[in-house]
C-alpha cells in the first residue's frame, strides 16, 4: 500500500491512539472504582491511595454471584449443548440427504433468523404460562435453542458439505450405523465448526438479558446480566461495589477472550456472514 | 439413511415448531384479538403519543448508531489493515467491548455518565465545564449517552467485517493502480470502496436490523426516561404488556417491530443475492 505523507500518517496515529484510550478507559475507572473506600467514590482520581480489595468480597456476598454465576453457567451450558447437538444432526442431514420439502425445510428455519426476540416474546410468555415452565430454568433455555438453532444449523450445514462423501461412504461399507457416523466419523471433522457455533451461542445466552428479565422472577433463578441489572437499580448500591461486580463478572469472560482470541473472533462474527 | 433424517427431523421439527409456532400462535394470539376486538388494538397506535416517540427515538437510535458504527469501523478497518503486531493488539483491544453483555456496558456507562460521574470529572478538570451536565437525565443528550455507549460497544465488530472485507481485495489491484499511477486516495476512492460495497450493505444493514431490537442498554441506562425521551419500541412493548399487562396493543407493537425487521432482513437478502450474482 502507498505511504501518506507523515503528517497526515502522524495526525491518524493521534486518532487511533484516542480511540484506544476510549476503549479502555472505562475498564481502567471501573477497575480503579473497585478498589476505592466509600470518600474516594467520587473524586477525580484514577489511582486510589489503598487498593480496597475487600470490596470484590462485598460485592460477591451483596449480589450473590455464587448463585449468578451458578444459574449462569446452567443456563448457558444447556442451551449451548442441546444446540450443538441438535444443529450439527440437522446440518448434516440437509447437506447429505437429499428429500422431498427438506430445502423447503432448510429455509424455513433459517428465516427464523429474522425474527427478533422481542416480537414474539408475548406469545412465548403465554406458552410457558401455559406449560407452567414460566419462572424455571426452561422457561428461558428453550428460547436460547430456538434461536440459536438457525444460524447454528447453517453454519454447520456449509461446512458438512464441503465434506467428501468417500469418507462417509466407507464408514457405511464397514456397517457403521448413520448414528455412529455421525458421532464417530463426522463429529472429529467438523470440530472447528462445533466450536464456531459453541462460542457464538455460549455468548449470546450469556449476555442475554430481555428473557431472563421477562421469564425469569425469583432471584435464585437471575442470570448474571439480570442480577447486574436488578441490584445496581434496586439497592442503589455503592459505586465501589458496582465496579467491584462489574469486574468480577467481566473477568472470566475476557479470560477465556484471550486464550482463545480467534476462534472468539471468528465465532461471533459467524452470524453476520450468512447467506 | 432415511433413519437419520428422520432422527435429525424428529429432534429438529418440534423446535422448529416451536419457532413457527411462536410465530402462529403469536399471529393466533392477535388474530383472535382481533375477532374479539377487531383493529380497536390497532386503532390505540395513532393516539399513544408515547409510542410515536419511541417510533422517533428507535429511528434515531437506529440511524445514529449505523452512521458511526459505520464510519469509525470502516475508519479503524483502513488503518488496521496489516499484520503489525501493535495493530493486531489495537485490533484485539478495540473488540472486547463486543463480548460484554449490553447490561454491564449499560451499568459501566451509566456510572460515567452520571452527573457526578468520570465524564463529567473529566470535563471538569479539563476546565471545559462549570456545571455538572445531566448525561441521562438531559432530553436531548440521554438518547446521544446511549447511542455513543452502543457504538463504544460495537464498532470492533464492523471493524472486523470491514477487515474481513478489505483482506479480500487481492493485493494485484492495487498494484495495478500504483503501476498506473493512482494516489492513495484515488485507489480508495476507485479499488477499495467499490470493493467493499457487498460488505458495506452487509454491515449496514446488520447494524440497522440490530438497532431495531435495542432493549437492554435503554432499560439499564434510563428505563426509557426521562419522560420518555429514550423509549424506544422494544421498551414501550415491554412496559405494555409486562407493567400494563394490556398484551393485545403489546402485540401491535410487536407486529410492528417484527414488520420493521423483516423489511430490513428482506432487503438484506435481495441486495446479497444480487451481489452474489
Known sequence: MPRRPSFGRNLLWVLILLWIVVILFPFVWVLSLSIRTQQEVFSAILIPKTARLANYLDAWTKFGFTTLFKNSVVVSLSSVAITVFISALAGYGFSKFRLKGSNFLFHLILSGVMIPPVAVVIPLFVFMKRLGLFNSYPSIVIPYIVFGLPISTFIFKSYIQNIDNDILDAARIDGCGEFGIFLRILFPIIKPAVATVTIFTFMTNWNEFLLAVIFLHNQGLYTLPLGMSVFVGQYSAPWQLIGAGVVISIAPVLVLFFVLQNQFIRGLTAGAVRG | ?277
Open chain 2, 1 to 277: 439413511m432415511p433413519a437419520l433424517l428422520f432422527f435429525a427431523a424428529f429432534l429438529v421439527y418440534p423446535l422448529l415448531h416451536t419457532v413457527y409456532l411462536s410465530l402462529t400462535e403469536w399471529a393466533g394470539f392477535d388474530l383472535k384479538k382481533i375477532t374479539f376486538v377487531g383493529f380497536d388494538n390497532f386503532k390505540l397506535i395513532p393516539p399513544d403519543w408515547i409510542f410515536w416517540k419511541a417510533m422517533r427515538n428507535t429511528l434515531y437510535f437506529v440511524l445514529g448508531t449505523t452512521v458511526f458504527l459505520n464510519l469509525l469501523g470502516l475508519a479503524l478497518a483502513l488503518f488496521l489493515n496489516n499484520s503489525a503486531r501493535f495493530t493486531r493488539l489495537v485490533r484485539t483491544l478495540v473488540f472486547i467491548p463486543v463480548l460484554l453483555s449490553p447490561v454491564i456496558v449499560g451499568v459501566m456507562w451509566s456510572r460515567i455518565f452520571d452527573p457526578f460521574g468520570a465524564l463529567n470529572q473529566i470535563l471538569e478538570s479539563l476546565g471545559l465545564i462549570k456545571t455538572p451536565i445531566f448525561w441521562l437525565g438531559d432530553r436531548r443528550m440521554a438518547l446521544l449517552s446511549i447511542i455513543g455507549a452502543t457504538v463504544w460497544q460495537w464498532v470492533g465488530y464492523d471493524m472486523i467485517l470491514y477487515l474481513t472485507g478489505l483482506q479480500q481485495i487481492p493485493e494485484e489491484l492495487y498494484e495495478a493502480a500504483m503501476i498506473d499511477g493512482a494516489n492513495r486516495w484515488h485507489v480508495f476512492r476507485r479499488v477499495t470502496l467499490p470493493l467493499l460495497k457487498g460488505v458495506a450493505t452487509m454491515v449496514i444493514l446488520l447494524n440497522l436490523i440490530g438497532g431495531v431490537r435495542i432493549f437492554d442498554l435503554v432499560y439499564v441506562m434510563t428505563k426509557g426516561g426521562p419522560n420518555h425521551n429514550t423509549e424506544v419500541l422494544a421498551t414501550h412493548l415491554y412496559e405494555v404488556a409486562f407493567w400494563f399487562n394490556k398484551m393485545g396493543y403489546a402485540s401491535v407493537i410487536a407486529v410492528i417491530i417484527l414488520a420493521i425487521s423483516l423489511v430490513f432482513a428482506y432487503s438484506r437478502n435481495r441486495l446479497m443475492s444480487e451481489e452474489k450474482a
